[in-house]
Protein backbone atom coordinates (compact mmCIF):
# COMPACT_ATOMS: atom_id res chain seq x y z
CA UNK A 1 0.00 0.00 0.00
CA UNK A 2 1.32 3.53 -0.84
CA UNK A 3 -0.16 4.83 1.90
CA UNK A 4 -2.76 6.58 -0.37
CA UNK A 5 -5.96 4.80 -0.97
CA UNK A 6 -9.54 5.40 -2.21
CA UNK A 7 -12.78 3.34 -1.16
CA UNK A 8 -14.95 2.23 -4.02
CA UNK A 9 -18.42 0.84 -2.45
CA UNK A 10 -20.49 -0.28 -5.85
CA UNK A 11 -22.58 -3.20 -6.28
CA UNK A 12 -22.14 -2.91 -10.09
CA UNK A 13 -18.34 -4.55 -10.91
CA UNK A 14 -18.53 -2.62 -14.51
CA UNK A 15 -18.68 0.32 -12.20
CA UNK A 16 -16.23 -0.13 -10.10
CA UNK A 17 -14.18 -1.19 -13.08
CA UNK A 18 -14.66 2.29 -14.73
CA UNK A 19 -13.84 4.04 -11.64
CA UNK A 20 -10.75 2.22 -11.52
CA UNK A 21 -9.97 3.43 -14.50
CA UNK A 22 -10.52 7.09 -13.42
CA UNK A 23 -8.66 6.83 -10.79
CA UNK A 24 -5.87 4.98 -12.39
CA UNK A 25 -5.44 7.81 -14.73
CA UNK A 26 -4.65 10.77 -12.25
CA UNK A 27 -1.85 12.37 -11.80
CA UNK A 28 -1.33 10.25 -8.50
CA UNK A 29 -1.39 6.91 -7.75
CA UNK A 30 -3.62 5.33 -5.53
CA UNK A 31 -4.20 2.42 -4.19
CA UNK A 32 -7.86 0.96 -4.39
CA UNK A 33 -10.07 -1.07 -2.33
CA UNK A 34 -13.59 -2.36 -3.34
CA UNK A 35 -16.75 -3.14 -1.84
CA UNK A 36 -20.09 -4.30 -3.92
CA UNK A 37 -22.09 -4.24 -0.53
CA UNK A 38 -22.48 -2.22 2.33
CA UNK A 39 -21.31 -3.98 5.29
CA UNK A 40 -17.92 -4.26 3.05
CA UNK A 41 -17.52 -1.10 2.76
CA UNK A 42 -18.14 -0.52 6.35
CA UNK A 43 -15.29 -2.51 7.40
CA UNK A 44 -13.27 -1.01 4.41
CA UNK A 45 -13.70 2.18 6.14
CA UNK A 46 -12.45 0.45 9.42
CA UNK A 47 -9.31 -1.05 7.95
CA UNK A 48 -8.08 1.77 6.03
CA UNK A 49 -8.28 4.93 8.71
CA UNK A 50 -6.17 6.65 6.21
CA UNK A 51 -7.94 6.22 3.17
CA UNK A 52 -8.59 10.02 1.21
CA UNK A 53 -12.28 9.31 0.36
CA UNK A 54 -14.61 7.30 -0.22
CA UNK A 55 -16.70 6.92 -3.93
CA UNK A 56 -20.28 5.82 -2.30
CA UNK A 57 -23.30 3.96 -4.31
CA UNK A 58 -26.24 5.01 -2.48
CA UNK A 59 -28.41 2.05 -3.66
CA UNK A 60 -26.42 -1.45 -2.99
CA UNK A 61 -27.32 -4.49 -0.94
CA UNK A 62 -27.33 -3.81 2.34
CA UNK A 63 -28.37 -0.09 2.23
CA UNK A 64 -31.70 1.83 1.34
CA UNK A 65 -31.26 5.30 0.13
CA UNK A 66 -29.03 7.98 2.29
CA UNK A 67 -29.17 5.55 5.26
CA UNK A 68 -25.60 4.73 4.61
CA UNK A 69 -24.27 7.59 4.05
CA UNK A 70 -25.61 8.56 7.24
CA UNK A 71 -24.49 5.85 8.88
CA UNK A 72 -21.03 6.17 7.14
CA UNK A 73 -20.95 10.05 7.72
CA UNK A 74 -21.58 9.72 11.37
CA UNK A 75 -19.07 7.04 12.28
CA UNK A 76 -16.24 8.52 10.12
CA UNK A 77 -16.40 12.22 9.86
CA UNK A 78 -13.13 12.85 8.57
CA UNK A 79 -13.36 10.51 5.47
CA UNK A 80 -14.99 12.60 2.25
CA UNK A 81 -17.22 10.79 1.04
CA UNK A 82 -18.17 11.40 -2.63
CA UNK A 83 -21.98 9.95 -3.72
CA UNK A 84 -22.02 8.30 -7.13
CA UNK A 85 -25.32 7.51 -8.14
CA UNK A 86 -27.78 6.95 -11.08
CA UNK A 87 -30.48 9.34 -9.30
CA UNK A 88 -28.85 12.61 -10.08
CA UNK A 89 -32.22 15.03 -9.99
CA UNK A 90 -31.56 18.15 -8.17
CA UNK A 91 -33.28 16.95 -4.66
CA UNK A 92 -31.08 13.93 -4.16
CA UNK A 93 -27.76 15.82 -4.63
CA UNK A 94 -29.17 18.51 -2.51
CA UNK A 95 -29.70 15.73 0.10
CA UNK A 96 -26.83 14.11 0.01
CA UNK A 97 -24.67 17.11 0.48
CA UNK A 98 -26.68 18.07 3.15
CA UNK A 99 -26.43 14.77 4.78
CA UNK A 100 -22.81 15.42 4.58
CA UNK A 101 -21.60 14.49 1.21
CA UNK A 102 -18.21 15.91 -0.13
CA UNK A 103 -19.46 16.00 -3.61
CA UNK A 104 -22.07 14.55 -6.12
CA UNK A 105 -20.91 12.34 -9.44
CA UNK A 106 -23.57 10.93 -11.94
CA UNK A 107 -23.17 7.64 -12.96
CA UNK A 108 -23.88 8.79 -16.56
CA UNK A 109 -20.87 10.59 -16.74
CA UNK A 110 -17.55 9.31 -18.99
CA UNK A 111 -14.30 8.65 -17.37
CA UNK A 112 -13.31 12.38 -17.85
CA UNK A 113 -16.07 13.96 -15.51
CA UNK A 114 -15.61 11.01 -13.04
CA UNK A 115 -11.61 12.07 -13.05
CA UNK A 116 -12.82 16.06 -12.66
CA UNK A 117 -15.08 15.03 -10.18
CA UNK A 118 -12.74 12.69 -7.54
CA UNK A 119 -9.75 15.20 -8.10
CA UNK A 120 -12.01 18.31 -6.98
CA UNK A 121 -12.90 16.83 -3.66
CA UNK A 122 -9.65 15.42 -3.13
CA UNK A 123 -8.13 19.07 -3.71
CA UNK A 124 -10.64 19.93 -0.77
CA UNK A 125 -13.31 21.16 -2.90
CA UNK A 126 -17.18 19.88 -3.14
CA UNK A 127 -18.01 18.83 -6.53
CA UNK A 128 -21.75 18.76 -7.97
CA UNK A 129 -22.78 18.05 -11.87
CA UNK A 130 -22.90 20.95 -13.89
CA UNK A 131 -26.54 20.39 -14.12
CA UNK A 132 -27.14 20.92 -10.62
CA UNK A 133 -29.78 24.42 -10.12
CA UNK A 134 -28.66 24.39 -6.21
CA UNK A 135 -30.73 26.55 -3.98
CA UNK A 136 -32.74 25.22 -0.53
CA UNK A 137 -34.29 22.51 -0.06
CA UNK A 138 -38.31 23.25 -0.90
CA UNK A 139 -39.36 21.33 1.48
CA UNK A 140 -39.15 22.52 5.04
CA UNK A 141 -40.69 18.85 6.80
CA UNK A 142 -37.73 17.03 4.64
CA UNK A 143 -35.20 20.08 5.75
CA UNK A 144 -35.83 19.42 9.55
CA UNK A 145 -35.24 15.89 8.98
CA UNK A 146 -32.69 16.34 7.54
CA UNK A 147 -30.75 18.05 10.08
CA UNK A 148 -32.29 16.10 12.55
CA UNK A 149 -30.79 13.32 10.99
CA UNK A 150 -27.11 14.81 11.33
CA UNK A 151 -27.64 14.63 15.28
CA UNK A 152 -27.46 10.97 15.65
CA UNK A 153 -25.04 9.23 16.55
CA UNK A 154 -23.07 6.49 14.82
CA UNK A 155 -24.76 3.60 16.80
CA UNK A 156 -27.93 5.44 16.61
CA UNK A 157 -27.38 5.67 13.08
CA UNK A 158 -26.79 1.79 12.66
CA UNK A 159 -30.59 1.11 14.25
CA UNK A 160 -32.16 3.53 12.18
CA UNK A 161 -30.34 1.55 9.03
CA UNK A 162 -31.54 -1.63 10.61
CA UNK A 163 -34.78 -0.50 11.32
CA UNK A 164 -35.31 0.34 8.03
CA UNK A 165 -34.63 -3.43 6.66
CA UNK A 166 -37.20 -4.18 9.10
CA UNK A 167 -34.77 -5.98 11.48
CA UNK A 168 -36.44 -6.93 15.39
CA UNK A 169 -34.59 -5.49 18.29
CA UNK A 170 -33.30 -8.44 18.98
CA UNK A 171 -32.07 -9.10 15.17
CA UNK A 172 -30.12 -6.03 15.76
CA UNK A 173 -29.21 -6.78 19.20
CA UNK A 174 -27.63 -9.84 18.03
CA UNK A 175 -26.03 -7.78 14.98
CA UNK A 176 -24.60 -5.22 17.15
CA UNK A 177 -23.68 -7.78 19.61
CA UNK A 178 -25.57 -5.80 22.65
CA UNK A 179 -28.20 -6.51 24.70
CA UNK A 180 -31.85 -6.36 23.89
CA UNK A 181 -32.27 -3.56 26.31
CA UNK A 182 -29.63 -1.71 25.08
CA UNK A 183 -31.31 -1.42 21.19
CA UNK A 184 -34.09 0.07 23.07
CA UNK A 185 -32.70 2.94 24.81
CA UNK A 186 -31.40 3.52 20.93
CA UNK A 187 -34.68 3.16 19.65
CA UNK A 188 -36.16 4.86 21.76
CA UNK A 189 -33.25 7.68 21.90
CA UNK A 190 -33.95 8.03 17.36
CA UNK A 191 -37.39 8.72 18.18
CA UNK A 192 -36.52 11.42 20.62
CA UNK A 193 -34.24 13.26 18.28
CA UNK A 194 -36.18 12.70 14.68
CA UNK A 195 -39.62 14.12 16.73
CA UNK A 196 -41.38 11.25 15.88
CA UNK A 197 -43.94 7.92 18.15
CA UNK A 198 -42.87 4.82 16.70
CA UNK A 199 -40.35 3.12 14.68
CA UNK A 200 -42.93 3.09 11.94
CA UNK A 201 -43.13 6.69 11.41
CA UNK A 202 -39.32 6.64 11.69
CA UNK A 203 -38.68 4.67 8.59
CA UNK A 204 -41.58 6.32 7.20
CA UNK A 205 -39.76 9.61 7.36
CA UNK A 206 -36.77 8.61 6.36
CA UNK A 207 -38.54 7.06 2.83
CA UNK A 208 -39.87 10.31 2.63
CA UNK A 209 -35.81 11.56 2.38
CA UNK A 210 -35.73 9.13 -0.13
CA UNK A 211 -38.32 9.48 -2.17
CA UNK A 212 -36.50 11.52 -4.86
CA UNK A 213 -34.41 8.97 -5.19
CA UNK A 214 -35.55 6.51 -8.33
CA UNK A 215 -32.34 4.03 -7.89
Known amino acids: MTGQTILIADDHPLFRSALKQAIGGMATTYDVVEAGDFETAQQAARDTPEAELMLLDLAMPGVSGFSGLITLRSEFS ?29 KSVGIDELRTGISTVLAGEVYT ?41 KQIAYELNVSEATVKAHVSAIL ?13 QLGKVNMAMVA
Open 78 to 106: SLPIVVISGSDDDDTIRRSLALGASGFIS
Open 192 to 204: LKLNVDSRTQAVI
Open 129 to 169: PKSFGGGEESDPDIADMLQRLQTLTPQQSRVLRMLCEGLLN
